[in-house]
T-cell receptor, first 113, second 112 residues
């Protein structure tokens, strides 16, 4: 039973355009959401997070949007750069901390020059 | 500077031969986790330590054990590796009140 779902295994965009990565969740107890980025042969690195008290959080080119009623969040990358090519994992926590992170399967983003 | 270090990066073990993976951290974080990630799958939490308190996930096989002798180190022991245990094993840490976990580079385990 997957509580965090990333339904698109892959996404390809042109450099300079917007990348939109989507994530859905089923557990209404989740109150903290994170995005991680993973390059091949490396561990995931934290990218950006959002608490359920907010609906948007922005950090440079990265913005995460949260729609609690739809149990949906998305990561926007604008403008996309070739170095953004990686696997992006959505993760959620039910306790406000990362004590128990539940991950999605990831979306592989390819940004073409 | 690496903050969460996993050794070795690649480990090949024989079917049924016990193997230990190690993780160390320089962040002085109280929480340490072990995740298993198989190809194209989500990282799956095996267990975590909250200080010295060990928390096992309900569906973690008994074949997997862990030790945390001090704050800095944590070990994953696989008592009798099977072919299905081949995976990337990720160690991560977080502070008590921090919301983000810091991951090591992972250990790729191959079972032959």
């Amino acid at each position: 039973d997957q509580q965090v779902k990333q339904n698109s295994p892959s996404l390809s965009v042109q450099e300079g355009r917007i990348s939109i990565l989507n994530c859905d969740y089923t557990n209404s107890m989740f109150d903290y959401f994170l995005w991680y980025k993973k390059y091949p042969a490396e561990g995931p690195t934290f990218l950006i997070s959002i608490s359920s008290i907010k609906d948007k959080n922005e950090d440079g080119r990265f913005t995460v949007f949260l729609n609690k009623s739809a149990k949906h969040l998305s990561l926007h990358i604008v403008p996309s750069q070739p170095g953004d090519s990686a696997v992006y994992f959505c993760a959620a926590s039910a306790q406000g901390g990362s004590e128990k992170l539940v991950f999605g399967k990831g979306t592989k983003l390819t940004v073409n020059p | 500077d690496a903050m969460v270090i996993q050794n070795p990066r690649y480990q090949v073990t024989q079917f049924g031969k016990p193997v230990t993976l190690s993780c160390s951290q320089t962040l002085n974080h109280n929480v340490m986790y072990w995740y298993q990630q198989k190809s194209s799958q989500a990282p799956k939490l095996l267990f975590h330590y909250y200080d010295k308190d060990f928390n096992n996930e309900a569906d973690t096989p008994d074949n997997f054990q862990s030790r945390r002798p001090n704050t800095s180190f944590c070990f994953l022991d696989i008592r009798s590796p099977g072919l299905g245990d081949a995976a990337m094993y990720l160690c991560a840490t977080s502070g008590l009140l921090r919301s983000e976990a810091f991951f090591g580079q992972g250990t790729r385990l191959t079972v032959v």
